[in-house]
């Protein structure tokens, strides 16, 4: 007899666990020797006994030195007792570090009887967020749940870290070298515990949240950043506030406010469906300073305020006829007077010309042009069929429309305003309606009958070529109506109405096939939208019947949605309007009212 050796010589256990221990006589030159006797002792049996057949028993945590000894020669095993316990497929609960610990199990989470265990960490790395005293490693390590467990470990206040507050502590957990926070994670500061759901077993610790450290703001109109805003009295604007954290990374879910240094001037509303959005709403000349918040990281905006020129809308009313008229800052100006249809006005860029559409010669709708008190009135072009849906190029010097095509169908031509240069521009075998031309005169969308039986919206160059298919869907027609975003040119957006047999919202698509989703949720037609010259706004005419009776007009933010701005409804015509359009007068004031008149 030269040595015995005790395998395994260590291990670690959760009090009431087991672990068979084998001790192995050898001789000088390591060989076996069998028909030894062996002798097991335990030096702690406050922490582990230990059988005469080598049958290790955990009682309680510390560490104690089992000792195999035959005739004269021994070997040991170091036995480590952590805090913790066994739990099998019933479920149970776990409790370590002087009950700081608690880990809850529910039945079903683990297959098989598992000897789980928890011991306190020096830390986790690099990490200066951590509450001093939670880092803890519970295991066996890389354990997995069939069912999510619940651990919950108790803080010291006095263990904070400076500046940060016990609700915003949160559990989070080594994985991979990443410390990530564990979803679900809250904090009770009565109870002093913050508690979380676990997949699985690793390194964790309390830690206070990442901190706001610097916000910036968002124009939604303008689409940068800004610090300073100015609006019309009367007029909203829409802006987006960004949270970052010391290390410019950033952040959201956090609280943030606004609040007006002169709410006589502009306020701040928060719009309750994103915490990060807010309407700054103009209401009397002058500046207001907004001071917006998150945490310890706050920004001072500037409101100015100024009295704007009100936009004029041309509408169409069949009160007896139906005639086009320009509603403007509560006053109607009748622009046509003839037995015939006019309809679909739009007024030029440079605010001097109307186009519209008309029957009044022979029964058959055709384009004209007039001033913009309704005087000189002339064709446009000289196309035989009918002739509607006109367009005006952003420069006003051509026009596009719908006209019939050499096969019979219609289809979108060009023509300059002096009534030369007609060209068609769409030559399929079927038929195309609905022009409408982006504000940098780069593309025109338009609608085009696909051979699915539905309308579906193409762009194409302004010459004609270059054609492709924007959207598409399988129950109902795509109809532009409408009008391309004045913000943005290089890729900008486009409202249009997605009808059905039983609805018609509006919905928005950038150039290259975005989709920016659904703008109007109410039940009903929504026809003809035109984004206002803030970019922010839609005006559109909305309708409960598809085929006639009692229509409105509408406006309706792109961001904060019913908020401010209820609909424009006239009283004077409000049971008659059809296809109300929206053309702002051209201003030489830096600022644009919008669309409410």
Not at 268 to 278: S, T, V
Not at 322 to 343: C, I, M, Q, V
Request: aromatic share 6%; hydrophobic share 40%; with cysteine.
């Amino acid at each position: 007899m030269a040595s015995v050796a005790v395998t395994p010589d260590r291990a670690s256990l959760a009090p009431n666990a087991n672990v068979q221990l084998t001790a192995t006589p050898k001789d000088a030159s390591g060989n076996n020797l069998s028909g030894r006797s062996v002798t097991w002792a335990s030096s702690s049996d406050a922490v582990a006994t230990v059988s005469q057949a080598g049958l290790v028993t955990a009682v309680a945590a510390g560490s104690a030195t089992i000792t195999a000894t035959s005739e004269g020669k021994s070997g040991t095993a170091t036995i480590t007792v952590k805090d913790g316990g066994a739990v099998g497929a019933s479920g149970g609960t776990v409790t370590g570090l002087n009950g700081k610990v608690t880990l809850v199990i529910p039945a079903g989470a683990v297959s098989q009887n598992t000897n789980f265990t928890i011991e306190a960490a020096r830390g986790l790395p690099g990490e200066p967020r951590l509450v001093t005293g939670t880092a803890l490693e519970i295991g066996p390590t890389g354990t997995n749940f069939a069912q999510p467990a619940t651990l919950t470990i108790k803080y010291d206040p006095a263990s904070i870290p400076s500046g940060s507050q016990p609700d915003s502590l949160a559990l989070y957990t080594v994985s991979g070298g990443n410390i990530t926070a564990v979803a679900g994670s809250t904090v009770d500061t009565g109870a002093k515990t913050v508690r979380a759901p676990l997949s699985h077993l690793s390194l964790y610790g309390v830690l206070t949240a990442v901190r706001v450290t610097r916000l910036d703001v968002l124009s939604r109109k303008r689409r940068v950043f800004l610090e300073n805003f100015d609006m019309c009295a009367g007029q909203s604007h829409a802006i987006a506030v960004f949270l970052f954290d010391a290390n410019d990374g950033p952040l959201d879910g956090r609280i943030i406010t606004a609040t007006s240094g002169d709410p006589n001037i502009a306020t701040a509303a928060q719009y309750q469906n994103n915490p990060g959005l807010f309407f700054l709403h103009g209401l009397n000349p002058g500046r207001a300073t907004i001071t917006i918040k998150s945490e310890a990281a706050s920004l001072d905006v500037t409101a100015g305020v100024a009295n704007c020129p009100r936009p004029a809308v041309l509408v169409g009313s069949n009160q007896g006829n139906f005639e086009l008229h320009r509603y403007k800052s509560g006053a109607f100006t009748l622009l046509t007077n003839n037995p015939a249809l006019d309809e679909q006005g739009r007024v030029s860029p440079d605010g001097t010309t109307i186009g519209f559409q008309s029957d009044r010669v022979g029964g058959v709708l055709k384009l004209y042009l007039m001033d913009l008190n309704g005087a000189n009135v002339r064709p446009l072009v000289t196309l035989a069929g009918i002739q509607r849906d006109l367009a005006w190029a952003p420069d006003g010097t051509w026009i596009a429309f719908r006209g019939i095509k050499p096969n019979g169908k219609v289809g979108i031509f060009r023509v300059n305003t002096n009534g030369s240069g007609l060209t068609l521009l769409t030559n399929t075998a079927t038929a195309e309606r609905f022009p409408a031309i982006s504000a940098d005169a780069t593309h025109i969308a338009y609608d085009l009958l696909d051979v699915d039986g539905h309308f579906h919206i193409h762009v194409m160059n302004p010459d004609g070529n270059g054609d492709k298919l924007l959207t598409q869907t399988p129950t109902g027609d795509d109809d532009t109506m409408a009008w391309f975003s004045p913000i943005n040119p290089g890729n900008p957006e486009i409202v249009f109405t997605r009808q059905s047999a039983t609805n018609a919202p509006l919905f928005r698509i950038r150039l290259d096939g975005t989709r920016l989703g659904q703008v109007t949720n109410s039940t009903g037609y929504n026809f003809f939208a035109n984004f206002c010259q803030d970019g922010e706004q839609i005006l559109y005419t909305h309708s409960g019947n598809p085929t006639g009776g009692p229509v409105e007009v509408r406006v309706q933010s792109l961001f904060v949605s019913n908020l401010d701005e209820p609909p424009f409804v006239p009283v004077d015509l409000k049971s008659t309007y059809f296809r109300a359009m929206y053309y702002p007068e051209p201003s030489n004031t830096a600022l644009v009212y919008g669309c409410k008149p």
